[in-house]
């Protein structure tokens, strides 16, 4: 079965860091653009940062600007999520979801858009 795994989720306190890892499961990462989902609770799952198929395009949710930084070694095949300076209410399940690119610089931005989903790490922020 097609799909991304997630790991690194966990309990941190406020102010603290975390790195979430994302691997690809019977498929590689090297087309495809990849997006970090939150989904809280009682709220919609939103796409909180992405990155293009080569890495040279990022975007983030402006409540994470500044402090979480997405990046992707091909080397490995591996996508990261470094959390800094987290706060309660970044606590959620976190999914990692691969998005086949049509062109190197694409980022796709609908829930739809994107081909393969794990099955999400949870993150807690909390004294």
């Known amino acids: 079965q097609l799909a991304t795994v997630e790991s690194g989720g966990g309990l941190v306190q406020p102010g603290g860091s975390i790195r979430l890892s994302c691997a690809p499961s019977?498929?590689?990462?090297?087309?495809?653009?990849i997006s970090w989902f939150r989904q809280s609770p009682m709220k919609e799952r939103e796409r909180i940062s992405s990155?293009?198929?080569?890495?040279?395009?990022?975007e983030y949710a402006n409540s994470v600007k500044g402090r979480f930084t997405i990046s992707r070694e091909a080397a490995k095949n591996m996508v990261y999520l470094q959390m800094n300076n987290l706060k309660p209410e970044d606590t959620g399940v976190y999914y990692c979801?691969?998005?086949?690119?049509?062109?190197?610089?694409?980022?796709?931005?609908?829930?739809?858009?994107?081909?393969?989903w794990g099955q999400g790490t949870q993150v807690t922020v909390s004294s």
């Open positions: 019977g498929f590689t990462f090297d087309y495809f653009a």
């Open positions: 990155i293009s198929q080569r890495g040279r395009e990022t």
């Open positions: 979801a691969a998005s086949k690119a049509p062109y190197s610089d694409w980022i796709p931005t609908l829930l739809e858009e994107y081909d393969y």
